[in-house]
Nanobody, 123 residues
Framework: QAQLEESGGGLVQAGGSLRLSCAAS????????MAWFRQAPGKEREFVAG????????NYADSVKGRFTISGDNAKNTVYLQMNSLKPEDTAVYYC????????????????WGQGTQVTVSS
């Protein structure tokens, strides 16, 4: 089992920035892709960004392209999500997820989840 722990959420004004971190521990050797999802009240959990540890390929939701950047530090088993130009519609609980396979966008395909961190963007 791998464990994931997010940090870095908070309250920010529209146009501001936040950086989320997700540290993986435990049986991380089997993890080959990590991603960020978000869920706003009354909405389904949606893919935000993800990366493959092998090859370093990344993917982003259209709604965050050009504003968010995902990166990873393999030595620290940590993934980051740099969020710039934040908008009120980015308000959600952000979850880190990992899976034993290539990067995909469907949340049901992920084996491990963090507890989530709240991001609130005020207008």
């Amino acid at each position: 089992q791998a464990q994931l722990e997010e940090s870095g959420g908070g309250l920010v004004q529209a146009g501001g920035s936040l950086r989320l971190s997700c540290a993986a521990s435990g049986r991380t050797f089997s993890v080959s892709a990590m991603a960020w999802f978000r869920q706003a009240p009354g909405k389904e959990r949606e893919f935000v960004a993800g990366l493959n540890w092998t090859g370093g390929g990344t993917n982003y939701a259209d709604s965050v392209k050009g504003r968010f950047t995902i990166s990873g530090d393999n030595a620290k088993n940590t993934v980051y999500l740099q969020m710039n130009s934040l908008k009120p519609e980015d308000t959600a609980v952000y979850y880190c997820a990992a899976r034993n396979g290539f990067l995909v966008m469907a949340p049901t395909r992920y084996n491990y989840w963090g507890q989530g961190t709240q991001v609130t963007v005020s207008s």
